[in-house]
């Protein structure tokens, strides 16, 4: 990719003033709440400012420009006309058709993200398999539901605040480092995953010594996109350490919190 590409965002936008920069730290963090009608915690948008940096960069699987891609085909899923029937359909297989995809990616990758991100609640180990087969093998795979997850997530904390959407990031040059931790395993998910006793060497961050819940071992396989989500969960909610301790709260008591957090749950269709 050339620092020319670089300046354009893939949100359609053009930064002014950065032409033939390729990877400035400004390019990759763009993330503010200055037009926010409530304050917004600093360590909550130092968090979103790492979160997009890490999704301009490359990843394990997909290079920086593929990435900052499947963010706005998530965006883009919110608009398809196929994810909208099949939303509303009994079934998802009972709807046939194409996704409304930007063109820049495959189409099983579209169909994993458009589904990720409209569709989560019925997945299947028949669908995942298929998308498999067509190309998107569980590394791939999981990180694109480390990116959608991270993208919606920002999306969603904007949406409440009544601001639009920040820019996505300007991807950042260079090859996806296809590592694989040899502690991933399979046998308790469609993917392999590291258990809490086998995060040892690279990975024994992951869970800083403690065991988990599925929701983090699930993207185990991709481990930076474990990295993202504890950091984004420490702040929009609680760090591992003080999930377990049930005196912690913020602004909101810990029954609050909590409360909220199964509404959405619930709203959300999550299961594990």
Known sequence: MHCAEATKTYDGSRRAGNEGACDTLAAVTE????????????????????AWKRLAEPGAWWTGAERVAIAVEARNARSCRLCRERQTALSASAISGEHEGLG??????????????TDHGRLSKVWFEQNRAAGIEAGPYVEIVGIVTTVVSIDSFCRGLGLPPHPLPTPVAGEPSRYRPAGATTGNAWVPT?????????????????????????????????????????????????????GTGRSLDRAQMELIAARVSVLNECFY
């Open 194 to 246: 590291i258990t809490f006793l086998r995060a040892r060497g690279a990975e024994a961050d992951l869970y800083d010594g403690r065991p988990t819940g599925n929701v983090m071992t699930a993207l185990s396989l991709v481990p930076d996109e474990v990295r993202t989500l504890k950091d984004l969960s420490a702040t929009h909610y609680l760090s591992p350490e003080k999930m377990i301790d049930l």
């Open 104 to 117: 820049s990616l495959s189409g099983a990758a579209v169909d994993s993200i458009h589904r990720i991100t």
């Open 31 to 50: 993330i503010s709440y200055e037009a926010s009608p409530v304050p917004v915690r600093e360590d909550l948008t130092a968090s979103q400012r790492r």
